[in-house]
């Protein structure tokens, strides 16, 4: 389970509504980013990517929006279902060689019957 | 049929042992990554490895080494635990190095007492 005082950005919604997660990433250089899903005690699952010649794109009930001018990205869900419930990660690779994901700092998101 | 599969999923050890957590891939990704999880739920690149080399290696102390067999396997040795090494290691694995999503095992919680 969660450690007490983790003090995560939290996201209480009903089941059925839509969800919108925000993420502000500092390197402007970077051009590939992802959201990542992780449950209690598992890892964390890939959901969706965009890469920064992009500004929308859309999955099975997810919608990421990138906005390069301000740095921020977004992930919205469709219709909320209870099974959403977990910590929602982005995730950035600057462009320059050999780089690695660059996490940010993950928001949980509630989702109640 | 498990993608990325760490062992243990669980290890609680004393202050000072040296300990080994496993990693195998059966997706034929030529890259594998470890990371680090703190308690405040922060995600942190610890070594990456593209083709049985290492590639990625951010700083992390010299008690902590990776070694990769083959392809498929990302090992992870630790000398000396230390108190501050108490985390959830999560192993995972990607097609290529650079702009590819990444798949992550379930981790393994270290706990040193």
């Known amino acids: 389970g969660e450690s007490v005082g983790l003090h995560l950005p939290t996201l209480s919604v009903q089941e059925g509504d839509n969800s919108i997660i925000n993420c502000a990433y500092s390197?402007?250089?970077?051009?590939?980013f992802i959201w990542y899903k992780q449950e209690s005690g598992k890892g964390p699952q890939f959901i969706i990517d965009?890469?920064?010649?992009?500004d929308k794109r859309q999955g099975q009930r997810v919608t990421v929006l990138l906005n390069k001018t301000v740095k921020h990205l977004s992930l919205q869900i469709a219709a909320t279902q209870p099974g959403d419930s977990a910590v929602y990660f982005c995730?950035?690779?600057?462009?320059?060689?050999?780089?690695?994901?660059?996490f940010g700092k993950g928001t949980m998101l509630l989702v109640s019957p | 049929d498990t993608a990325v599969s760490q062992t243990p999923k669980y290890l609680v050890t004393q202050m000072g042992n040296d300990k080994s957590i496993k990693c195998e891939q059966n997706?034929?990704?030529?890259?594998m990554y470890w990371y680090k999880q703190d308690s405040k739920k922060f995600l942190k690149i610890m070594f990456s490895?593209?083709?049985?080399?290492?590639?990625i290696n951010e700083t992390v102390p010299n008690r902590f080494s990776p070694k990769s067999p083959d392809k498929a396997h990302l090992n992870l040795h630790i000398n000396s635990l230390e108190l501050g090494d108490s985390a959830v290691y999560f192993c995972?694995?990607?097609?290529?190095?650079?702009?590819?999503?990444?798949?992550f095992g379930d981790g393994t919680r270290l706990s040193i007492l």
């Open positions: 995972a694995s990607s097609q290529e190095f650079g702009n590819q999503p990444q798949h």
């Open positions: 390197n402007s250089a970077s051009d590939y």
């Open positions: 965009i890469r920064s010649n992009m």
């Open positions: 995730a950035e690779i600057p462009n320059s060689g050999y780089s690695t994901l660059t």
């Open positions: 997706l034929g990704h030529d890259t």
């Open positions: 490895y593209n083709n049985k080399e290492l590639i």
